[in-house]
């Protein structure tokens, strides 16, 4: 059974810092991309940032410059650095597995739980 697990959320300051993390269980033998996403109160979820199998990385304008997303295939965990944290950041970050191949892979493109983010000013 495959998984979808974030962390790492919490409430900060504007100005400040956090640090995303999400692994994904059960993905042996698949290639996928993992993708951060985040919903705010009463909008719908918009696209933060992604990265590929490859490696190539994407981010929403909003983000370039401010946020930084990496990947460590070993612990099959993408990480979301978030630095100059604004009050309109506050949302629940959701991490996502798209583009999933693979012979026993079907279906396995699912959504965490989320982890939230407040940002006070």
């Known amino acids: 059974q495959v998984q979808v697990v974030e962390s790492g959320g919490g409430s900060v300051q504007a100005g400040g810092s956090l640090r995303l993390s999400c692994t994904a269980f059960?993905?042996?033998?698949?290639?996928?991309?993992m993708s951060w996403y985040h919903q705010a109160p009463g909008k719908g979820r918009e696209f933060v940032s992604a990265?590929?199998?490859?490696?190539?990385?994407r981010y929403a304008d909003s983000m370039k410059g401010r946020f930084t997303v990496s990947r460590d295939n070993a612990k099959n965990t993408i990480y979301l650095q978030m630095n100059n944290l604004k009050p309109e950041d506050t949302a629940m970050y959701y991490c996502?597995?798209?583009?999933?191949?693979?012979?026993?892979?079907?279906?396995?493109?699912?959504w965490g739980r989320g982890t939230q983010v407040t940002v006070s000013s």
């Open positions: 996502a597995t798209e583009q999933v191949t693979g012979v026993l892979c079907r279906g396995y493109a699912i």
């Open positions: 059960g993905y042996t033998d698949c290639r996928y991309d």
């Open positions: 990265v590929g199998s490859d490696g190539s990385t």
